[in-house]
């Protein structure tokens, strides 16, 4: 039983991936998890608890605040700022307006899905075009230092250095796959949308923007929670069916390849799942530190279909091609375990350089006073360009 299970949840993910018409193979997968729902209850209900404690007491406390600064950063007039003065060499790097660099900031602190709900915004206020917002995704949706640095580093690699090597690698790989998606995808809209409109908006108070801000970010907050319970259920039954270990098994008896390239694989699927669960898994394996730092670089980029799903549902009826976007987030993975390779290799760094045990996380909020900062110096330098011009 487990084995067809797990042959038809492949079969019908992969149809529901490539097919343009995938509503029967949606419908067959849903069918499938429900009948697991029905065998397996108490997995459901366990990875449903794990999903809840996830989102409740780290996902809300780290990703709301950020949220209702960014919304109201974005009401008095913040992005053009920065916008302005980083268009020059936004332009040139990534073929995109200057908010590409306000998006690119505010990710690289923040991480997943801040990336996607600050380009949702700039898109329906006009701010950017479609394809334009499809290219700063391409190096704008990010992970954070906090769980980069902070929980996989210093948590579950006990090593504080390694989390400093995977975020250098994270941020410079998603640039580099900025330039490749620069001649990837053209922008075909010539009408210019990203007119820098200082004027801050007096029709609303200060109190209406803060409550709008709220309200939205809650919003959003609560869709990012139902795809993190949602994903966790399924991580759970598929352990219960032992999906992966089904899978490895097939393509040994059947494909005959290596043991080390099977291993690599079920590796990857079952981390791609959930980007939490998927980086404890891997930082646990049993194999040499450099292979798990270079698979811990591919994923904390590709970032799982947990948060590929709440991108999707950030960015509903915004027109971005979440397909393309995968493809994307591929590329950014590829270049960030090769960076992570090379830097492992240049600084020639072995397992007993990197024994530190340190349990210590980075401190969220300290992270977001550091970016708030930043942005309020870039904004002054702006103000200060444009009154010295005038």
């Keep these: 039983m487990k084995y067809i299970f797990s042959i038809i949840i492949t079969i019908t993910f992969f149809l529901c991936f490539i097919s343009k018409k995938n509503i029967k193979a949606i419908i067959a997968l849903i069918s499938i998890f429900l009948i697991l729902l029905i065998f397996y209850p108490k997995a ?16 809300v406390p780290s990703l709301l605040p950020f949220f ?9 007039k913040f992005p053009e700022n920065i916008a302005k003065l980083f268009s ?9 307006s200057g908010y590409g660099a306000y998006v690119f900031i505010m990710s690289i602190f923040s991480g997943y899905p801040s990336g996607a709900k600050i380009v949702k915004d ?40 390694a989390g400093y090597i995977l975020y250098i690698s994270h941020v410079f790989g998603a640039i580099l796959n900025g330039i490749l998606f620069k001649f990837m995808i053209k922008d075909t809209n ?11 908006n007096n029709s609303f108070s200060s109190s209406e923007i803060f409550s709008h ?23 759970y039954l598929l352990r219960e069916i032992q999906y992966f270990n089904v899978i490895g098994y097939l393509m040994q008896k059947y494909f005959h390849l290596p043991s080390f390239f099977i291993s690599t694989i079920n590796y990857l699927l079952e981390s791609s799942l959930e980007i939490s669960n998927g980086a404890k898994i891997i930082s646990l394996i049993d ?13 904390i980029s590709f970032s799982g279909l947990s948060i590929i799903g709440q991108v999707s549902g950030i960015l509903n009826k915004t027109g971005i091609n979440i397909k393309l976007y995968v493809v994307s987030k591929i590329f950014h993975g590829i ?8 830097l492992m290799i240049l600084l020639n760094v072995k397992v007993p350089a990197f024994n530190i045990n340190s349990t210590s996380s980075l401190n969220e909020f300290l992270l977001l006073d550091l970016l708030l900062i930043i942005i309020l110096i870039l904004n002054i330098i702006s103000h200060k360009i444009k009154f010295s011009k005038n």
């Design 213 to 235: 801000a709220i309200s939205s970010s809650i919003i959003t907050c609560g869709l990012i929670g139902g795809y993190i319970v949602m994903f966790s259920v399924i991580i």
């Design 122 to 161: 700039l898109i329906e206020n006009k701010k950017i075009s479609i394809k334009e917002g499809q290219k700063i995704l391409t190096f704008s949706s990010t992970s954070g230092p906090l769980f980069i640095i902070g929980a996989v580093g210093s948590g579950m690699l006990k090593n504080s250095i």
């Design 88 to 96: 020059p060499i936004i332009k040139k790097l990534f073929n995109t």
């Design 190 to 200: 010539k009408n210019k949308l990203n007119h820098y409109n200082n004027s801050y």
């Design 287 to 299: 194999k040499s530190f450099t292979y798990k730092m270079c698979l811990l670089s591919f994923i």
């Design 44 to 59: 459901s209900i366990n990875g449903a608890k794990e999903g809840i404690n996830l989102w409740m007491f780290t996902v």
């Design 68 to 76: 209702v600064i960014s919304d109201m950063l974005m009401s008095f």
């Design 335 to 342: 270049f960030s375990s090769l960076l992570c390779l090379i």
